[in-house]
């Protein structure tokens, strides 16, 4: 039996430092882990992508491939979008689908991927009136957001604990809803 595919897609936060963490999580949760990164969080891996890509299994990707290029990847059954910085979120609210990594969740979400979304930005950025526009487009589009006591809650500024971010939460959620919907 072929495990199910999950993308693990990760913005320039502080948790994206310990991806790997994540990833282990995903596997020991089942999931036949794949990892895209926004070109910003591509740049703290730079020079460690390979132990990602072992990790895996698979190619880690941050850039749109070239017209004609087959996809690297298998087909995600699901996606997991963690962390998730404020500026990813309020483009991905407003439609802006400038990098892969919120390409591939805009357009999943509307083919019946599951997609679940934990952020981590501090109190001062969520303030922000965008932030709670974009939440509202993301959930009224069928994105699991998992802030508050379920899932991520936002921390006073300079005081987060990036090595703290609850990976097991995040997938524990992102695998019921998948459940939910058969994948």
Avoid at 53 to 61: A, D, I, K, M, Y
Avoid at 171 to 179: D, I, K, P, S, T
Wanted: include cysteine.
């Amino acid at each position: 039996m072929t495990k199910p595919v999950l993308y693990l897609i990760a913005c320039a936060a502080g948790p994206t430092q310990y991806i790997d963490r994540g990833v282990r999580c995903a596997q020991a949760a089942g999931w036949d882990t794949c990892v895209i990164l926004t070109p910003a969080a591509a740049r703290w891996w730079e020079d460690r992508l390979g132990e990602l890509e072992q990790l895996t299994g698979h190619r880690v990707r941050s850039q749109y491939k070239l017209p004609g290029e087959s996809d690297a990847l298998p087909q995600a059954d699901a996606m997991l979008v963690a962390p998730l910085s404020c500026t990813s979120l309020n483009k991905w609210g407003a439609g802006i689908a400038d990098t892969l990594a919120l390409g591939l969740v805009s357009e999943g979400v509307h083919m019946g991927v599951p997609v679940t979304a934990m952020p981590y930005f501090n109190q001062a950025q969520g303030a922000q009136p965008a932030v709670a526009h974009s939440i509202a487009a993301l959930r009224k589009q069928g994105v699991q957001y998992l802030d508050g006591p379920g899932g991520y809650e936002s921390h006073p500024p300079k005081q987060g604990n990036p090595e703290g971010f609850p990976w097991d939460a995040a997938v524990a959620a992102l695998r019921l809803r998948a459940e939910d919907r058969g994948a």
